[in-house]
């Protein structure tokens, strides 16, 4: 298979894997941090009606599962793609990064949390995810 094709697959591998994670996340998150009265956390529009309700730690499951899904999206990206490269994290982080910014104007979310929330969860996770992926292909031994 090209390289180039190989690369791509993996980007898509990671950003589908990396989605699934963030999904799994945020529905775990919501039995573990219960969302305010009345809110349903699989509707946008219901989030976003009731944001006035959120405290803090409400913030907790929606932050851990962009970092979670963009580092686990990554790490699979850079894992299946072909020389083991950086290139794959950072276009899974830059595409969840794009998603994210999508989201703040979708639901309006305090400024601190979607501060955090874009200058840590996205690229910084990439990043992550990358290096992670890379030493761990540096250190298996030869086939």
């Given at each position: ?35 305010p ?24 499951p ?21 020389q083991?490269?950086?290139?794959p ?18 639901i309006p ?12 969860a ?22």
């Open positions: 298979m090209p390289s180039i094709l190989r690369n791509i697959l993996a980007c898509l591998a990671g950003i589908i894997i990396g989605s699934m994670v963030n999904g799994a996340v945020i529905t775990a998150g919501a039995s573990i941090v219960p969302p009265a009345g809110v349903n956390v699989n509707d946008a529009d219901s989030i976003a009606a009731n944001i006035h309700l959120y405290e803090p730690q409400h913030f907790a929606p932050f851990l599962a962009h970092a979670l899904g963009t580092l686990v999206g990554a790490v699979v990206a850079v894992a299946l793609s072909a083991r490269r950086m290139t994290a950072i276009v899974v982080g830059s595409v969840f990064l794009i998603f994210g910014i999508a989201m703040c104007f979708m979310a305090p400024g601190w949390f979607i501060a955090l929330d874009l200058a840590v996205y690229i910084p996770m990439a990043w992550l995810g990358g290096t992670l992926a890379r030493g761990r292909a540096t250190t298996q031994p030869p086939h």
